[in-house]
Every structure is written in C-alpha cells, then in structure tokens.
C-alpha cells in the first residue's frame, strides 16, 4: 500500500484536472453537452404534458425544485466539485489493497481483452454488465440498514417524474459510481467508453420516473419503463424486501425473480411507510441518514450494555 501522502497527491492531481477540464467543456463541449440535456427534457417533459400517465397528478408539486438542484447538482457540478476526484482515489486505493492483502492484482481480474471486440459489441457488453451492477446495488441498497438509510433519499418522493429520477444522497451517488465504475474497471472495459454507457444509463433512467403511458409491447420485458418502475417506489411493497430493482433493463428483474407487474391495479401512495416524518428541507435530507445512523450505534450499544454477560 502506498502512503496517504500519495493518495492525497493523487486526489489533489485528479480534482485539478477535472476542474480544468470542466472549464474548458465550458468553453468548447459544454454547449452541446447542454443541448443534449435540454433534448431529454424537452422530449419527456412535453410527453409529461401530452401524454400522462396520472392525469391527476401535478407538475408544480411539492419538493419540485429540490428535485431540480438534484438533477443538476448530482449529474453535474457534483462530480467537479469532488466526484471523479473521489472515486478515482477509492478506485486506487481498492486495487492497491486488493494487490498488497491478497496479492490480486487488476490484470488477474481481467475476464476478456476486448481491444479485439468490435466497439458494438464492447457497448452492449457494458450497457448489461453496467445494468446488472446497478441492479445489484440497487438490491443492496435496500437490504442493508447502512444503505437504506442514503437510499431513502430517493424513495421519499411522493409522485414520480422526470425530475426526481436523480433525486440521490451525494453519499449514495458517490457509492453506486464507484461500484459501478470500480467493477467495470476490474472487468476491463475502457474508461472512456464507459461514460458513453452512464450517459444512456442516464436518459434511461430518466425514462423510468417519467409520468408518461408509451407502451412498450413485448419490449416492456427487456427495457424498464414507468409502468413497472411505479411499483418500485409504492408504499404498499416493503422497501426493505422490494421488487422491480433494474435501472435501464428489466431484464434482470424477470431472470432474477423480483419482476412485479400486477394488472388492474394502481400503485396507490407512494413513499414508503413513516415518510411523512422526513424532512422537506435540502438541508434536512442531506443530514437525516447520518442522524439515522448516529440512531443505529446509539441503539447498538444500549443493546450490549443491556445484555448478560
């Protein structure tokens, strides 16, 4: 293992240069990279308006504009501020102890080489691995306590739309990047191929929060879409015991056995049972799962001291 010192060091270098080069997208790619934003949002948004799904519920709803700073702070100042910075260091640090505790080192973990696959093939060999990641931690995020307690972040939305598809803990955006990112690395898929893999996890992402009826047909069995997704988020599913966990894919849910479509019914509230108590504020969202946390340790130790020797 190397020193802090040198992990520091390489924190510093990483979050200087993505800090240049954010100001030098700003200056040339981030134009475009703003028209594709303003694509997604002014195909979905319109269809929110032409074609809803709960024709009953509204647009200017509570908590809409913490859902605005989270969409664009969590997919985009987030990661100048400190993100890839971040993540590049954990990465780091994974493979180094990976190598020095267990002599594993990142070419060992190296399933196929792929310089030789065709970049078609690469793309959608990322775009289901990166899903069945997402769908994993997604599982675990629901199962541990530790988690949950970020992810509920998410699920404290009481109506679904384009704008709370992003609705996140930084903590838990930070922790599904590098999980994500982390298993792709080791896998061996090329770093700036993978980008173009979250941009499309991204929209379709989006897709799946989205208050708009376009079915799917028999595609509804491969692609997630807000029909199944809805289910996800109703408070009558245990959050802790959930169903419907693909991010972009359904796919998973169906192989895996955690699909759950029942026909002729309406999801009802959503949330999940107790969201009432959760905070409306920014700030409050962002300090509840640590506070939830301090609860749990608290709660840990009372359980010890309490216990015969």
């Known amino acids: 293992m190397m020193s802090l010192e040198f992990y520091w060091g390489h924190f510093l270098r990483v979050e200087s240069a993505s800090i240049d080069g954010f100001l030098a997208m700003v200056q040339t790619a981030f134009p475009s990279f703003v028209l594709s934003m303003l694509l997604i949002f002014m195909v979905l948004e319109p269809l929110e308006f032409l074609l809803p799904w709960r024709k009953a519920q509204r647009k200017l709803r509570p908590q809409l504009w913490n859902d605005v700073f989270y969409t664009f702070f969590n997919t985009n100042f987030m990661w100048v501020l400190f993100g890839t910075a971040v993540l590049s260091t954990w990465i780091l640090i994974s493979q180094d102890a990976l190598a020095h505790y267990f002599g594993i080192r990142r070419q060992d973990l190296?399933?196929?080489?792929?310089?030789q696959v065709p970049m078609w093939a690469r793309f959608v060999a990322m775009y289901m691995f990166s899903d069945l990641v997402e769908y994993l931690g997604h599982w675990a995020s629901h199962q541990v306590p530790f988690l949950w307690h970020f992810h509920r972040v998410h699920h404290s939305s009481s109506e679904?739309?384009?704008?709370?598809?992003?609705?996140?803990?930084?903590?838990?955006?930070?922790?599904?990047?590098?999980?994500?990112?982390?298993?792709?690395?080791?896998?061996?898929?090329?770093a700036e191929e993978i980008v173009w893999v979250a941009f499309l996890l991204g929209i379709t992402n989006v897709y799946s929060?989205?208050?708009?009826?376009?079915?799917?047909?028999?595609?509804k069995y491969i692609f997630n879409n807000p029909q199944l997704h809805i289910w996800h988020h109703a408070a009558s599913v245990d959050p802790r015991r959930n169903v419907?966990?693909?991010?972009?894919?359904?796919?998973?849910?169906?192989?895996?056995?955690?699909?759950?479509?029942?026909?002729?019914?309406?999801?009802?509230k959503l949330g999940y049972h107790g969201d009432e108590e959760f905070p409306t504020g920014l700030g409050g969202q962002f300090l509840d799962p640590f506070v939830a946390i301090g609860g749990d340790i608290r709660n840990r130790f009372r359980r010890l001291r309490k216990a015969p020797p």
Do not use: C, Q
């Not at 190296?110 to 310089?115: A, G, P, R, Y």
């Open 244 to 268: 419907n966990y693909g991010a972009s894919l359904a796919v998973w849910d169906y192989l895996l056995g955690t699909a759950y479509l029942p026909k002729g019914r309406s999801a009802g």
């Open 209 to 219: 929060h989205a208050n708009i009826n376009i079915p799917l047909g028999p595609l």
């Open 110 to 115: 190296l399933v196929v080489e792929l310089d």
């Open 160 to 190: 679904l739309d384009i704008w709370n598809a992003n609705r996140f803990h930084f903590v838990e955006f930070l922790w599904g990047g590098y999980v994500a990112f982390f298993a792709m690395a080791l896998v061996g898929f090329p």
